[in-house]
């Protein structure tokens, strides 16, 4: 009985409640990998997401790292600079702002950060580089 109390007061803390959809937290994991796929052009509330499961943020992180390897907002950002990526190879008449906007950064010079950051060089040189003409 203690370990029951222990996971109730878990589930009151961390927010699984009595909303359980699935049957594992690998479950909970890959349906939050699904919504953030879904989502990677709007601005990223976890908050809101993680509502959608049952979830309060916190707990959603801890899940989502120890299934994943990473925490959701990691993945958000891979996911949002391959499709930047590949958008700047494959649609050389917008400027950077379009291909920041269509992958959900709002600040132009934000996601020219976050791009060099995660790939090593500008938007701008990996567009002239044409790497692949796939953006990979």
Not at 27 to 51: F, G, P, V
């Amino acid at each position: 009985t203690r370990i029951l109390a222990a996971s109730e007061r878990m589930d009151q803390e961390f927010g699984l409640g009595t909303d359980r959809r699935f049957d594992s937290l690998s479950e909970y994991a890959d349906a939050l990998e699904t919504m953030l796929a879904a989502n990677i052009r709007q601005d990223a509330n976890l908050a809101k997401l993680c509502a959608g499961l049952g979830l309060k943020p916190a707990y959603a992180i801890k899940i989502y790292t120890k299934y994943k390897g990473v925490t959701p907002m990691r993945h958000l950002t891979v996911l949002r600079i391959n499709q930047a990526k590949q958008i700047l190879v494959r649609n050389p008449e917008l400027e950077i702002k379009q291909v920041a906007d269509l992958v959900g950064f709002e600040d132009q010079l934000y996601f020219s950060r976050v791009f060099a950051r995660e790939t090593g060089m500008s938007p701008t040189a990996w567009r002239a580089g044409r790497h692949g003409e796939e953006g990979t």
